[in-house]
Antibody, heavy 121, light 107 residues
Framework: EVQLVESGGGLVQPGGSLRLSCSGS????????IHWVRQAPGKGLEYVSA????????HYADSVKGRFTISRDNSKNTLFLLMSSLRVEDTAVYYC??????????????WGQGTLVTVSS | DIQMTQSPSSLSASVGDRVTITCRAS??????LNWYQQKPGKAPKLLIY???SLQSGVPSRFSGSGSETDFTLAISSLQPEDFASYFC?????????FGQGTKLEIK
């Protein structure tokens, strides 16, 4: 069974930093691109960042570019999101999602349970 | 970025009803359109990919259609477990943008 488990969320002050982790199991982790998607309380879904299977290619939403850094350690089946210069508007549940690739229309076929990040003074 | 516009934003219906939700892209996206279902407090679930392909395990009462800029998610006979929020997503270009969502409520 494929599982993605996020951790690292919590309460942080504006301007602060936080590192999220996503641990994968039940899949050949190094074979897939993995993304981060967030959802502010009561709001819709927002793409945040993506990393290719080998980690060589990354992409960021304009809203987080220059503040967030995505990385992965395939030897530990783990994805990271380092978030710095956090803003109140970054408050959201952050989901780690697996890219289904061509076979699934590049949709997100597996999602983690999410980890809540709250940015507040 | 490609903008995705869903309608309606909310919808009230009864068990057994047929409902449709539409999604319009700001430019042509071929068939690169996915649909997700999200229940309160849970992660979204992939329902339909590539506009019309049913994800494994999803009931056949769900169907998707459309291409280019206009897409539709249909639920043929609503069941109690279908009352949830639905989101479309384009995967034609990065960032893979989502629609704002449609909340399907019990009438």
């Amino acid at each position: 069974e494929v599982q993605l488990v996020e951790s690292g969320g919590g309460l942080v002050q504006p301007g602060g930093s936080l590192r999220l982790s996503c641990s994968g199991s039940g899949l050949s982790f190094s074979t897939y691109g993995i993304h981060w998607v967030r959802q502010a309380p009561g709001k819709g879904l927002e793409y945040v960042s993506a990393i290719s299977d080998n980690g060589e290619s990354t992409h960021y939403a304009d809203s987080v570019k220059g503040r967030f850094t995505i990385s992965r350690d395939n030897s530990k089946n783990t994805l990271f999101l380092l978030m710095s210069s956090l803003r109140v508007e970054d408050t959201a549940v952050y989901y780690c999602v697996k890219d289904g690739g061509y076979s699934y229309g590049y949709g997100y076929d597996y999602w983690g349970q999410g980890t809540l990040v709250t940015v507040s003074s | 970025d490609i903008q995705m516009t869903q309608s309606p934003s909310s919808l009230s219906a009864s068990v057994g009803d047929r409902v449709t939700i539409t999604c319009r892209a700001s430019q042509s996206i071929s068939s690169s359109l996915n649909w997700y279902q999200q229940k309160p407090g849970k992660a979204p679930k992939l329902l339909i990919y590539a506009a019309s392909s049913l994800q494994s395990g999803v009931p056949s009462r769900f169907s998707g259609s459309g291409s280019e800029t206009d897409f539709t998610l249909a639920i043929s006979s609503l069941q109690p477990e279908d009352f949830a929020s639905y989101f479309c997503q384009q995967t034609y270009l990065t960032p893979r943008t989502f629609g704002q969502g449609t909340k399907l409520e019990i009438k």
